[in-house]
């Protein structure tokens, strides 16, 4: 199981390779500005996924953006997805229950 910023960070990377700014943004967006990432969380988070092999640093990156050397980017690894697609079907069994509780409409 993943913690809530591991999860957050991999649903992020989803959709393709970001930079940590791009995943601060993905994730106070789709929590609607009530969950932000702060930039310690997300580093430390980041060398969690790296040293457990779930991220990868990547040379690819947004060609329109403006180069910064220092920027580095992500990529989920074939674990990384796998471990993404488990959370995410979890928690989609614990929204359905919720549901079913009455608790979510």
Do not use: W
Request: charged letters at 25%; zero cysteines.
């Amino acid at each position: 199981m993943l913690t809530a910023a591991g999860f957050q960070v991999l649903l992020a990377l989803a959709s393709g390779p970001a930079h940590g700014y791009a995943v601060m943004r993905f994730v106070e967006e789709i929590g609607d500005g009530s969950v932000k990432l702060g930039p310690g969380t997300l580093y430390r988070t980041i060398s969690r996924l790296l040293a457990d092999g779930l991220v990868e640093e990547t040379e690819e990156g947004d060609p329109a953006a403006p180069h910064d050397a220092r920027r580095r980017y992500y990529r989920l690894t074939p674990e990384g997805t796998a471990a993404v697609r488990a959370e995410a079907a979890l928690l989609a069994r614990m929204v359905t229950a919720a549901r079913e509780a009455g608790l979510v409409p």
